[in-house]
């Protein structure tokens, strides 16, 4: 397994050893590597089917192949999410005097990618990395309320719920998508409340959540509608920067 992993990565590198040679031949990648040719036949017919190689039809030569390109991009995505939202977060953190989370999909959880502290001494925090299952938390609720419908149906079928839980949760999902926000008590920590909204970027992709970490017992009317509307305020301004259409 380890072998033909690095055979594949020498045939990647080969591919784009030079930028005045976007087409290789067999024969040619064969000879760079020093393998087989049946050895490398079989090593791209694999890496073309998962798109990491592509071949022109015209010259039966290889290229690299576009999957790079998407995996490139959504890191790309992702580190400029990051780099974008945190100022948004400091600001947020300031004005409401809360612990302040940014989550992104992650399979059937989301994961923690980055976290402003409460500038109070008693507040909730929760860890970088952590992995929540989808169906806890304000957060992840509202990911769901607002990703394409069938991708959210096919993380609910997989998520170790009750049909009874999904079916409430489903429900829950449309008064979120109604309000535009999420807001939920003791889901994961007894205690504890969350309030959330969306981040929503270019081709209305939602790219993951903004919430609101607080104690429970502070929370009156007022304060939660005043922490409401930061929060959505909050999510918007970084749906804007990272590509929303307005």
């Known amino acids: 397994m380890v072998q033909s992993i690095d055979r594949a990565m020498q045939i ?3 591919l784009t050893s030079d930028d005045h040679k976007p087409n290789w031949s067999i024969s040619e990648i064969a000879e760079q590597a020093e393998l087989p040719l049946s050895t490398v036949h079989r090593l791209l017919r694999s890496l073309t089917n998962y798109g ?5 039809p015209e010259t039966k030569q290889y290229k690299i192949g576009l999957t790079w390109m998407e995996i490139g991009l959504k890191l790309l995505e992702n580190m400029d999410f990051r780099s974008v939202a945190r100022p948004v977060m400091e600001k947020l953190a300031q004005e409401v005097q809360e612990s302040i ?3 992104m999909l992650s ?16 507040r909730m925090t929760d860890n970088l990395g952590e992995r929540i299952p989808m169906n806890i938390g304000a957060a992840n609720k509202t990911m769901l309320a607002f990703m394409n419908p069938i991708d959210a149906k096919r993380i609910m079928d997989k998520l170790l719920i009750s049909e009874k839980k999904k079916k409430e949760l489903t429900e829950q999902l449309s008064e979120v998508q109604k309000k535009g926000y999420a807001v939920s008590y ?3 920590t ?3 409340a969350s309030i ?3 981040i929503i970027g270019f081709d209305q992709k939602v790219m993951g959540a903004i919430s609101i970490g607080v104690l429970s017992y502070s929370i009156t009317d007022e304060r939660l509608s005043f922490l409401i509307d930061k929060v959505i305020e909050a999510a ?6 990272v590509g929303k259409t307005p």
């Not at 990491?52 to 022109?56: F, T």
């Not at 918007?236 to 920067?241: H, V, Y």
């Open 52 to 56: 990491l190689v592509a071949q022109v």
């Open 12 to 14: 990647i590198h080969i």
């Open 196 to 198: 959330a909204a969306p």
């Open 101 to 103: 989370y940014l989550n």
């Open 186 to 188: 003791g889901e994961k």
């Open 190 to 192: 007894e205690g504890t």
């Open 236 to 241: 918007e301004e970084i749906s804007l920067q």
């Open 107 to 122: 399979g059937i959880n989301s994961i923690i990618i980055e976290r402003v502290d409460s500038p109070l001494k008693v």
